[in-house]
């Protein structure tokens, strides 16, 4: 399959390599799997995110599953997605709670525009 990332030029190619429907889905470096879960279903992310950067993919997919959850919730606020995400309110709060967590630094970027959210 072809996967379409913001910022990048061209799709990357990548193959499925494990796709057991409704429950699985693997590709890359990244593994989706879905579970009932009271009433209602549980998402788990599995994704391989360089050490250095652990926290802003922590981050970036925390906002990303925010803005699923309002869309879920019928209250759509759009597509937040790469830097953009680093400029919402609370993204360094995340940011370093997620570096504490994983008992590393924060890096030293984004730039300082970003920051200021």
Excluded: C
């Excluded at 494990?18 to 890359?28: F, H, K, M, Q, S």
């Excluded at 997919?61 to 609370?90: C, N, Q, T």
């Amino acid at each position: 399959m072809n996967l379409t990332w913001v910022g990048a030029p061209t799709p990357l190619e990548t193959r499925v390599t494990r796709a057991d429907a409704p429950n699985v889905l693997e590709y890359g470096d990244m593994r989706w799997e879905l579970e009932a879960f009271g009433a209602g279903t549980r998402l788990t992310l599995w994704i391989n995110i360089d050490r250095r950067f652990i926290s802003w993919g922590a981050a970036g997919w925390h906002i990303s599953f925010d803005v699923l959850d309002r869309f879920l919730a019928g209250e759509p606020i759009g597509r937040i997605a790469g830097a953009e995400a680093m400029k919402i309110a609370g993204w360094q709060r995340l940011n370093a709670e997620y570096a504490r967590q994983f008992g590393i630094e924060m890096p030293n970027w984004p730039p300082q525009a970003a920051q200021k959210s």
